[in-house]
């Protein structure tokens, strides 16, 4: 059974900076593209940023470049979500997801649709 687990959320105080991790297990998604949603409160969830399986292309949403930093650990079968200067906006339920059959491309990666799998959430709060 394939399982996304997000951990590292929390509170954290404007222009604090927080780690989010993703484990995955079931299978190994060294070949395959890895992606972070976050949902605020009363809004639709949102592309984040995204990672090519080599680690060498990654994707971002214009709010969180040069702030936020993807990044994953094949051999461990980890992709991390590095967040500074954090905003109140930045408040919500970060998910993990991933490309179950390595299709994510440019095109598509920052749809839902392009990933299979996701993680339960984790807990961001940034008070001001």
């Known amino acids: 059974q394939v399982q996304l687990v997000e951990s590292g959320g929390g509170l954290v105080q404007t222009g604090g900076s927080l780690r989010l991790s993703c484990a995955a297990s079931?299978?190994?998604?060294?070949?395959?593209?890895m992606g972070w949603f976050r949902q605020a409160p009363g809004k639709e969830r949102e592309f984040v940023a995204a990672?090519?399986?080599?680690?060498?292309?990654?994707w971002y949403a214009d709010s969180v470049k040069g702030r936020f930093t993807i990044s994953r650990d094949n051999a461990n079968n980890t992709v991390y979500l590095q967040m500074s200067f954090l905003k109140s906006e930045d408040t919500g339920v970060y998910y993990c997801?991933?490309?179950?059959?390595?299709?994510?491309?440019?095109?598509?990666?920052?749809?839902?649709?392009?990933?299979?799998?996701w993680g339960q959430g984790t807990q961001v709060t940034v008070s001001s």
């Open positions: 997801a991933a490309d179950a059959h390595a299709l994510a491309s440019s095109w598509n990666i920052r749809m839902e649709g392009a990933y299979e799998y």
């Open positions: 990672i090519k399986w080599s680690g060498g292309s990654t």
């Open positions: 079931g299978r190994t998604f060294s070949r395959n593209t």
